[in-house]
């Protein structure tokens, strides 16, 4: 598998990260997305050091991670439920013909 060298700034200091070819444009997104965390973080809580902003952002991002796969599982809970009462309906209208 081949990798290749991207180059990504977060909060004004350059990056170079190894990745495979076909992951450079999610690598960029990724690095994008915690540099305007990383920013906002900074901005909002006037924290100076780097290590301080990246843990809260990473804290931010884990939280938002977490929040966004109980959501998921709660659609998946209220997709299956529909996809029964659907089944059932289907079978109740089968049984009458």
Same mark, same amino acid.
Request: proline residues 1%; glycine residues 6%; hydrophobic residues 45%.
């Given at each position: 598998?081949?990798?290749?060298?991207?180059?990504?700034?977060?909060?004004?200091?350059?990056?170079?990260?190894?990745?495979?070819?076909?992951?450079?444009?999610?690598?960029?997104?990724?690095?994008?997305?915690?540099?305007?965390?990383?920013? !906002?973080?900074?901005?909002?809580?006037?924290? *100076? %050091?780097? #290590?301080?902003?990246?843990?809260? @952002?990473?804290?931010?991002? /884990?939280?938002?991670?977490?929040?966004?796969?109980? !959501?998921?599982?709660?659609?998946?809970?209220? *997709? %299956?439920? #529909?996809?029964?009462?659907?089944? @059932?309906?289907?079978?109740? /209208?089968?049984?009458?013909?």
């Amino acid at each position: 598998m081949s990798q290749e060298t991207v180059h990504v700034s977060i909060l004004d200091r350059d990056y170079a990260v190894a990745c495979a070819p076909e992951e450079r444009s999610g690598l960029i997104e990724a690095a994008a997305y915690l540099d305007g965390k990383m920013r !906002e973080i900074r901005g909002r809580a006037k924290l *100076v %050091g780097l #290590e301080r902003i990246a843990v809260m @952002a990473a804290l931010n991002i /884990a939280h938002e991670s977490l929040q966004a796969r109980t !959501e998921l599982k709660q659609v998946g809970v209220d *997709v %299956g439920e #529909e996809l029964r009462k659907l089944n @059932a309906r289907i079978d109740a /209208a089968l049984a009458k013909s």
